[in-house]
Structures are given as structure tokens and as C-alpha cells.
């Protein structure tokens, strides 16, 4: 049927509004109409049967006007508007399909892997939630936090060049450079793992990106290491042996552990968050020392490099540190990078230990110990491992008797 031949153009008006109307998904009793010109007030009066013409707004009940049209045309509203204007829609529908499609994928990402490993990423989550959606589509959005979670998988480097790592990750050496939203969405990740102000110009980005492993530079990236000795004739097998046969601490740098091989490592390999650990230990222990690797606060390129390669050989990583806010961050990214097992990094240790201090600052929950970070809200107080030296040592010597 032609209805465009049998109704009046002038009635366009209306069927745009009742088509609206109906698209919305709600029951529909009446609409309102107008403004109307003259010619469209006297196409609705002649359509309705009405006595005089309506004002230049007027109100029409659906339910008269689809009995109008099946008495007339034998085609209810509902075909007569989608013939008309188009197919009427569900918008209720819609927003409730968008909805759950929204749950769906914050859902996701709170639960992914990475998200999980690193719990300081919980701000990252909110505030790319906050931040809605990337041209307001779900699967756009979706489609950029994967890619920024496969960057995120794979840091801290192991001092690589940004554009090789773009094109490891993501197969585009462009993929993560300024401006891009995947190069936004990972910075902004770092700066919550790292507990930094997002970065707002190119040198605030450079520095968290070495921070996170990425740089040309093999030489100032640096582990220190004690009481470590490790077969091969490689370069890092030699300084180790001589180092820890003189009762002395060595500096591995980046350059000297990419080349070198490690075998026939120690059993176990007790990491520390900071070198006072290493300078009491050696003090204490001499070239008896057992192995020790430090972070020095958030771990370089060169430590994470060499704690992976320790792992990979077969040693077991046991990794203690300071018990405010910043070091259970650097504990929980330890432990997620390198397989580091936590050491006497509980609950109970803190509250054995814990006395007057500085504050904690901003705590994150950690994998290990659910109640970890809210003991140390409600104390409020560092336990600095310079604290608990004696009973981590006294430990060591249990497990390492000269």
C-alpha cells in the first residue's frame, strides 16, 4: 500500500512525533503536536474528524488515531509510521542492552589478570571508568584497554627502546607514542603503580617510562647483590664469585646481565627492598653472607632482569620490605613480575613489629594478605625493615649457618 499517495504530506509533523513516541520503548496513550502551520492545523482536523481546527500545539490520542487509520487505510499507527518515517525503534530497550554491555566490560576489566596482579591499579580502573567510553562505543573501548593491558603485561622491561616495545606488543612501532590513546591509558596506569602524579609533559612521561624499564641506556640501570655466587665464566658469574669472596657488595649493570647466563644459582635468594639490608648483612655475615639481591626502592631494569633470571634457573626469590603504602606497592609489583614469594610481609609481622613511626601514606590492598593494607590504615605507622634487621637476619643465619 502507498500510503504517501493516500495521506497528506502536510501530516509529517505528526508521524515524526508519534514515530518518536513509540521508538521510546514506554506505552503511548497520547502526543503533542505542533507548532503547526495553518495547512498542517487543517490535514490533522480533517484526519481526526474534528469540528474546528486545532491550536498551533495540540494533543492527539494514539489510541483514536490508530482506530482512524484501520477504519480508513485498514493499517494500524504502527505500520503507517514505519512506512512513513522509518522503523520504529526500542530506546528503552537500547538503554538497557548499553547498560549491561557497560557492566559487562567494566566487569572485565577489574577482573583481568593484570588488573589483578597489580592491585594499585584499582585507581587506574576507576578513573578509565570515570572517564566513560572511547566515542561512546563499548567495543571501541574494549579494543584500546587490551591493547594498553598487553603493554602492561609485559612491564617492567628490561631497558628496551618505546618503539620496540610497541612492536612487541601491539606490532606497531608508532602504537605507543605522544598523544596516542594506548601511550594515555598505560602512562596513566604507571602513574598508579608507581603512586606519581599522571605525567603532563614529554619529561614527566620520559622519566615514568624508564622508571617502568624503557630506555636506551644499559649502563646506569644497576642491581646490587651480596653473597651471591654463580657458576659460568660469564661476566656477572665472575663479579659475583669475587664480590661475595671478599665480603664485598658488586653492581651488576643492564649491559652485563643481558650478556650474561646464569647457572648453578643459589637454592634460595633473599631479596630486600632497601641496601641498608645489604650493608647490615654484610657487616654481620662477611664473605659467609648468604644471597642477596636489592631493589632499591622500585626495582630497575637491571634487577628485574636479573630476579627473572635467578628464577628461570631455578631459584626461589623470598622478598621482604618496608610496610608503609609505597612498600607494599613495590612488593605486590615485585612479586608479580619476578615470582618472588613474600617474606614475613604478613599481617602478623606488621603488628609484632609495628611502634611509633612516620605514616603509611596511601595503602593498597595486596594479593598475599587480605587484611594487610587495612592494618596499616588503622596504625597509620611505617614498619621500616631497618626495624625488624635483627629478626630477618637472626633468620638468616638459622637458614645459612657458616
Known amino acids: 500500500m502507498d500510503l504517501r499517495s493516500r495521506l497528506p504530506s502536510t501530516l509529517a509533523p505528526l508521524w515524526r512525533v508519534v514515530h518518536a513516541r513509540l521508538s521510546s520503548g514506554r506505552p503511548v496513550s497520547r502526543v503533542r503536536v505542533g507548532p503547526l502551520d495553518a495547512d498542517q492545523r487543517s490535514a490533522v482536523a480533517d484526519l481526526l474528524g474534528m469540528a474546528r481546527l486545532p491550536g498551533e500545539h495540540t494533543t492527539v490520542s494514539v489510541q483514536v488515531l490508530d482506530r482512524i487509520l484501520r477504519e480508513s487505510l485498514g493499517v494500524g499507527v504502527h505500520e503507517v509510521v514505519t512506512e512513513l518515517v522509518g522503523p520504529v525503534g526500542d530506546q528503552a530497550a537500547d538503554r538497557r542492552r548499553a547498560a549491561i554491555e557497560r557492566d559487562e566490560l567494566w566487569s572485565w576489566l577489574e577482573g583481568h589478570p593484570v588488573v589483578a596482579m597489580q592491585p594499585a591499579l584499582s585507581d587506574w580502573v576507576a578513573a578509565v571508568r570515570r572517564a566513560g567510553l572511547s566515542g561512546g562505543s563499548v567495543t571501541q573501548t574494549r579494543e584500546d584497554l587490551e591493547r594498553a593491558l598487553k603493554v602492561l603485561a609485559v612491564l617492567p622491561a628490561?631497558?628496551?627502546?618505546?618503539?620496540?616495545?610497541?612492536?612487541?606488543?601491539?606490532?606497531?612501532?608508532?602504537?605507543?607514542?605522544?598523544?596516542?590513546?594506548?601511550?594515555?591509558?598505560?602512562?596513566?596506569?604507571?602513574?598508579?603503580?608507581?603512586?606519581?602524579?599522571?605525567?603532563?609533559?614529554?619529561?614527566?612521561?620520559r622519566a615514568l617510562w624508564e622508571q617502568a624499564g624503557i630506555t636506551d641506556d644499559e649502563l646506569s640501570s644497576v642491581v646490587l647483590a651480596g653473597g651471591m655466587r654463580v657458576d659460568g665464566d660469564s661476566v656477572v658469574g665472575r663479579v659475583l664469585r669475587l664480590c661475595a669472596d671478599a665480603g664485598q657488595p658488586s653492581s651488576l649493570t643492564l649491559r652485563q646481565i643481558r650478556a650474561s647466563e646464569l647457572t648453578s644459582v643459589p637454592e634460595r635468594v633473599w631479596v630486600f627492598e632497601n641496601p641498608s639490608m645489604l650493608a647490615l648483612a654484610l657487616n654481620r655475615f662477611g664473605a659467609a653472607c648468604p644471597p642477596i639481591v636489592v631493589t632499591s626502592g622500585w626495582p630497575s631494569s637491571a634487577g628485574v632482569l636479573f630476579l627473572r633470571k635467578l628464577a628461570a634457573a631455578g631459584c626461589e626469590l623470598h622478598y621482604h620490605g618496608d610496610f608503609d603504602g609505597e612498600g607494599l606497592r613495590i612488593a605486590a609489583h615485585v612479586i608479580a613480575r619476578t615470582g618472588a614469594r613474600p617474606w614475613r610481609m604478613s599481617s602478623g609481622d606488621y603488628l609484632a613489629a609495628v611502634a611509633d613511626g612516620p605514616p603509611v601514606g596511601r595503602t593498597t590492598p595486596v594479593p598475599w594478605d587480605d587484611e594487610l593494607a587495612e592494618h596499616l590504615t588503622r596504625m597509620g605507622t611505617t614498619v621500616s625493615e631497618e626495624r625488624v634487621a635483627t629478626t630477618l637476619l637472626d633468620e638468616l643465619t638459622q637458614r645459612h649457618p657458616a
Open 158 to 205: 628490561s631497558g628496551i627502546p618505546l618503539p620496540v616495545l610497541a612492536e612487541q606488543t601491539l606490532l606497531d612501532t608508532h602504537a605507543l607514542d605522544d598523544g596516542t590513546r594506548c601511550s594515555g591509558l598505560v602512562l596513566r596506569a604507571l602513574a598508579a603503580i608507581y603512586d606519581r602524579p599522571s605525567p603532563v609533559d614529554a619529561s614527566e612521561r
